[in-house]
């Protein structure tokens, strides 16, 4: 079964510094990996995606993500944050068996930019 | 496209009542799923559908849920009867595959 980790329920950062959050999932088989961002009382918008080919997947907003199969782990990077970055980002893998595309998220980091 | 549409965006009902939210995917897409947001679960994977038929709705936590999708465009989740402890947010998204569109969600609130 497809699960996805992420360590960091809170990550403070200042602004205009660089930020890493960190996913790790579990799978058996080939998967699709995101980062989905969510603002206040918003639904869940995509950040970027990795399917396959490069694995360093650059994103909206300056975010880009690393995809490490030998670890399996997909960080999200940002080298210098700003205040409106303040949101809880979601990692989430999907594909699965029988060409399934069931999406699993994990539970989210809350990152806070401090001026 | 007008992106998924979730109605209502919020409700508000008295325990036991019957709940139903609703969502309008994305034209074309063929996959639909619903989640709950909860601060102590985060986001959970209630159940989905592919081109109409439920796939796997082993995240459906109590026989008081359930959901349907008779058709392409259309798909309701409904709690009968609801609880307290169902309060939440809860989130529709479809995708072809590669992407998931979210819509704005349903701030459920049972008192």
């Known amino acids: 079964a497809q699960s996805v980790t992420q360590l960091d329920s809170q990550v403070p950062v200042f602004e205009e510094a660089p930020v890493e959050l960190r996913c790790n999932y579990s799978s058996s088989v080939s998967v699709y990996l995101f980062w989905y961002v969510q603002y206040p009382n918003q639904g869940l918008q995509l950040l970027l995606k990795y399917l396959s080919g490069s694995t360093l997947v650059k994103g909206i907003n300056g975010f880009e993500a690393e995809f490490n199969k030998s670890q399996t782990s997909f960080h999200l990077r940002k080298p210098s944050v700003h205040i409106s970055d303040t949101a809880e980002y979601f990692c989430?893998?999907?594909?699965?068996?029988?060409?399934?595309?069931?999406?699993?998220f994990g539970t989210g980091t809350r990152l806070k930019v401090l001026a | 496209d007008a992106g998924v549409i979730q109605s209502p965006r919020h409700e508000v009902t008295e325990m036991g009542q019957e709940v139903t939210l609703r969502c309008k995917p994305i034209?074309?897409?063929?996959?639909l799923f619903w989640y709950r947001q909860t601060m102590m679960r985060g986001l959970e994977l209630l159940i989905y559908?592919?081109?109409?038929?439920?796939?796997?709705d082993s995240g459906m936590p109590e026989d008081r849920f359930s959901a349907k999708m008779p058709n392409a465009s259309f798909s309701t989740l409904k709690i009968q009867p609801s609880e307290p402890r169902d309060s939440a947010v809860y989130f529709c998204?479809?995708?072809?595959?590669?992407?998931?569109?979210f819509g704005q969600g349903t701030r459920l609130t049972v008192v």
């Open positions: 998204a479809s995708t072809m595959r590669a992407e998931a569109f």
């Open positions: 559908f592919n081109n109409n038929v439920p796939i796997d």
């Open positions: 989430a893998v999907s594909k699965g068996t029988s060409g399934t595309y069931k999406y699993i």
């Open positions: 034209s074309g897409h063929d996959y």
